[in-house]
């Protein structure tokens, strides 16, 4: 009863519709979310580590705060803590971050799951990540020559290493601080972020509370507590990060995601609106035989929703291989860091929900005028 109740070509254009909303929606949706992640994950490195950043500087790789390691040592409950010095330098002509990092702490926080080679020892020495290394052609024992951005300074480093970590770490290299320091133009006791591990028994209140300049009886100075910015990852990092490290703004990025789907939206209204109106002639004789409003209504949601899902789903699919062939091949970066392509369930719920819903609401909306 079903192809004789809607026409082949009708089908048709139903089935274009529903497949083209579902793969623009989840398009669109897995390149935010990948984005998202690459960029709070490449400060983060995957993990829930509180980060103490400069508030007044312009983006939060840029600025520098006073090292306060040794205070955050002594606060009970805190594991471990990692000041590190970001800054970006070219290598053959491609420009990276070089992060610099005490190399004994930073092996403690488990982030480098594979290293071939040793760790660095001196100054000049360095590890690169997996990617860089494989994009560059660089192997253990090379010794490379590269320029700080800020200083113009060109120094030549012996690589110790190759790590692998499993976050947008591996686009960087590693160094001693001393080095980044150097590139960087850095002098004294400060830092471009200290990195905070908890212990799952403390409060993660207590970082904020430690470093509130109205805190009674804190041997931090009150001008070096208004400089800093106590973020914990997630959303709230990401707002950071987009605000004053991006020329875009999270705005932007889900009024994007909005404009998608409002358009997805209104042409799954008006694409089942003008199939269910060519079909008016039929659906009026089946309620003059005596169908009711349910039953016909029934009849063609149960159809088109099965229908509505599996363009879902294909449709997601299709857009995670289109995105990871393009990632693959061409290798797109945000921050100087490879955007890493992630499923996402949301994404595969809203790609298979917006085509049902508005499916289901056009029916409903054409069937009570019969």
Do not use: C
Request: cysteine-free; proline content about 4%; charged content about 15%.
């Amino acid at each position: 009863m079903f192809p004789k109740l809607i026409p082949w070509g009708s089908l048709k254009l139903i089935t274009i519709i529903l497949l083209t909303i579902s793969t623009a929606t989840s398009i669109t949706g897995l390149y935010v979310v990948s984005i998202s992640k690459t960029l709070t994950n490449s400060l983060t490195l995957g993990s829930d580590d509180v980060l103490i950043l400069s508030s007044t500087s312009k983006t939060p790789y840029t600025g520098v705060v006073t090292d306060l390691s040794n205070y955050f040592r002594g606060i009970e409950g805190i594991e471990l803590v990692s000041p590190e010095v970001l800054t970006p330098v070219v290598i053959s002509d491609k420009v990276v971050f070089l992060r610099g990092i005490n190399v004994t702490l930073f092996k403690d926080l488990g982030i480098i799951k594979y290293l071939s080679g040793l760790l660095p020892e001196t100054r000049y020495e360095v590890l690169v990540g997996s990617r860089l290394s494989n994009y560059l052609g660089i192997n253990v024992g090379d010794s490379i020559v590269i320029t700080g951005i800020p200083t113009g300074k060109e120094v030549r480093v012996f690589v110790k290493g190759i790590y692998i970590s499993g976050t947008p770490l591996d686009d960087e290299l590693l160094s001693t601080s001393s080095l980044a320091k150097e590139l960087r133009g850095i002098q004294g006791n400060y830092v471009t972020l200290i990195r905070v591990r908890l212990g799952g028994y403390v409060n993660e209140s207590l970082i904020p509370k430690y470093l509130s300049p109205s805190t009674k009886g804190s041997s931090i100075p009150t001008t070096i507590l208004k400089d800093l910015r106590v973020v914990e990852g997630g959303s709230e990092l990401l707002d950071e990060v987009l605000g004053r490290g991006v020329k875009i703004s999270s705005n932007f990025l889900w009024s994007s995601t909005l404009l998608v789907i409002t358009s997805s939206i209104l042409t799954i209204y008006y694409g089942t609106s003008w199939v269910l109106n060519n079909l008016n002639d039929v659906l009026t004789t089946l309620r003059f035989v005596g169908l009711s409003r349910y039953r016909l209504a029934l009849l063609i949601i149960t159809k088109l929703l099965i229908l509505s899902l599996t363009s879902g789903i294909v449709g997601y699919l299709t857009s995670y291989l289109t995105l990871k062939l393009v990632f693959n091949l061409l290798k797109p970066q945000i921050l100087l860091h490879t955007i890493e392509l992630v499923s996402d369930f949301n994404v595969l719920t809203l790609s298979t929900l917006i085509p049902s819903i508005m499916t289901i609401s056009s029916v409903l909306i054409k069937v009570r005028d019969l």
